[in-house]
């Protein structure tokens, strides 16, 4: 298995590649995606943020009011510890046990936004990033996603710079170019991840111990 993670500025076009490396045959688990399943209603990790916050971060529909929640907490930096010490476990419990369900040789790519961000480069055996000019961001955001060109400048100034992001980075994807050449760009990276997870297949199952008469087989630990 080859554990793969990739990440992007806003407005990079991050989304688009990753659509392309599921197409390919990419096991996706999107952080994103996982942390709104961890506090889905009915959810231990849903009753421990309203134990912590309070009822009034629900929906009427009994669902998290993640506007709410983000107005409480991200002024905080105690509630946002606080906050992120009850999802960030459950995020990754969720995301073992989803990449453990993968096959032995699958490229399996983590979307994680904050990657760089967050340190979380030595979690992978590969970090992809999706690159574009700081313009171009600009430009999708206020144009494609209709933000202020305040509010836009103000999200892009919260992340990591374009220079953070391709240092941490094994591969780098350009997404200032039009989507015939970038599909072209991903098959290309597709191609080669394949290759390393096909590689690191066979090594893995050398490494494994031998069962011996009566032993019972031990399965490493994260």
Same mark, same amino acid.
């Given at each position: ?15 688009e590649?990753s659509?392309?490396l599921?197409?390919?045959g990419?096991?996706l ?6 942390a709104r ?13 309203? /134990?912590?916050?309070?009822p /009034? ?9 993640r506007?709410?929640?983000?107005a409480l ?5 105690d ?7 009850i999802?960030h476990p459950l995020?990754g419990?969720r ?11 699958a490229?399996v790519?983590h979307?994680?936004?904050l990657?760089t961000e967050?340190?979380l480069?030595?979690?992978y ?11 171009t ?6 144009r494609?996603r ?6 836009a400048?103000?999200?892009?100034a ?5 220079? /953070? ?10 997404n200032?170019?039009?989507?015939e050449?970038l599909r072209?760009?991903v098959r ?8 390393r ?11 494994e111990p031998?069962a ?7 399965t490493?630990?994260e």
């Open positions: 298995m080859l554990k793969v993670g990739l990440t992007g500025g806003i407005g990079a076009g991050k989304s590649v659509r392309l599921v197409e390919y990419a096991v688990i999107d952080a994103d995606r996982v399943e961890v506090v889905a209603p009915g959810t231990p990790g849903l009753a421990a943020v309203v /134990e912590a916050f309070g /009034e971060i629900l929906a009427p529909d009994g669902s998290l009011d506007p709410r929640l983000g907490v991200f002024n905080d930096p509630k946002l510890a606080l906050l992120n010490s999802v995020v419990a995301s073992r046990a989803l990449e453990q369900a993968a096959a032995e040789d490229v790519v979307d994680v936004p990657l967050n340190g480069a030595p979690l055996d590969v970090v992809v990033v999706v690159d574009v000019a700081p313009e961001q600009l430009d999708r955001l206020v494609l209709g933000m202020t060109e305040e509010d400048r103000a999200r892009m919260a992340q990591a710079t374009r220079e /953070e992001r391709r240092k941490i980075a094994d591969i780098v994807i350009d200032d170019v039009p989507l050449q072209r760009r290309e990276v597709w191609e080669e991840l394949v290759r997870a096909h590689a690191a297949a066979p090594a893995a199952r050398s490494a031998e011996t008469g009566g032993a019972s087989e031990q490493p630990q």
